[in-house]
Protein backbone atom coordinates (compact mmCIF):
# COMPACT_ATOMS: atom_id res chain seq x y z
CA UNK A 1 0.00 0.00 0.00
CA UNK A 2 2.91 2.63 0.82
CA UNK A 3 2.77 4.84 -2.58
CA UNK A 4 0.07 2.99 -4.07
CA UNK A 5 -1.89 4.87 -6.59
CA UNK A 6 -5.33 6.08 -4.97
CA UNK A 7 -7.13 7.34 -8.12
CA UNK A 8 -6.53 6.37 -11.75
CA UNK A 9 -7.73 10.52 -12.67
CA UNK A 10 -5.52 11.42 -10.31
CA UNK A 11 -1.67 9.49 -10.46
CA UNK A 12 -0.42 11.97 -7.99
CA UNK A 13 -2.27 11.19 -5.09
CA UNK A 14 -1.04 8.47 -2.88
CA UNK A 15 -2.26 6.38 0.18
CA UNK A 16 -0.28 5.91 3.33
CA UNK A 17 -0.77 3.20 5.73
CA UNK A 18 -1.10 4.64 9.53
CA UNK A 19 -0.42 2.67 12.07
CA UNK A 20 1.33 -0.67 12.37
CA UNK A 21 0.17 -2.34 9.12
CA UNK A 22 -2.55 0.55 8.37
CA UNK A 23 -4.49 -0.70 11.53
CA UNK A 24 -5.32 2.90 12.59
CA UNK A 25 -6.23 3.70 8.85
CA UNK A 26 -4.85 5.53 6.10
CA UNK A 27 -3.88 9.09 4.90
CA UNK A 28 -4.03 10.49 1.09
CA UNK A 29 -1.60 13.07 -0.26
CA UNK A 30 -0.58 14.63 -3.71
CA UNK A 31 3.00 15.08 -5.23
CA UNK A 32 3.13 18.33 -6.69
CA UNK A 33 6.40 17.41 -8.58
CA UNK A 34 6.16 20.30 -10.78
CA UNK A 35 5.99 22.94 -8.55
CA UNK A 36 8.67 25.15 -7.11
CA UNK A 37 10.31 24.07 -4.41
CA UNK A 38 8.31 19.83 -4.93
CA UNK A 39 6.13 19.04 -2.03
CA UNK A 40 3.26 17.35 -0.93
CA UNK A 41 -0.37 17.89 -0.35
CA UNK A 42 -2.26 16.10 2.57
CA UNK A 43 -5.68 16.07 1.13
CA UNK A 44 -7.55 13.50 3.61
CA UNK A 45 -7.20 11.20 6.50
CA UNK A 46 -9.48 8.16 7.05
CA UNK A 47 -9.36 6.75 10.53
CA UNK A 48 -10.62 3.63 11.21
CA UNK A 49 -13.40 3.22 14.29
CA UNK A 50 -11.05 1.21 16.68
CA UNK A 51 -14.20 1.22 19.34
CA UNK A 52 -15.64 -1.75 17.55
Do not use: F, N
Not at 19 to 48: K, M, N, W
Request: glycine fraction near 10%.
Amino acid sequence: MPGSTASAKWPQQRRLPLGRDGSLGVAEYVIVADAYPPHCVLTRVQLYDLGR
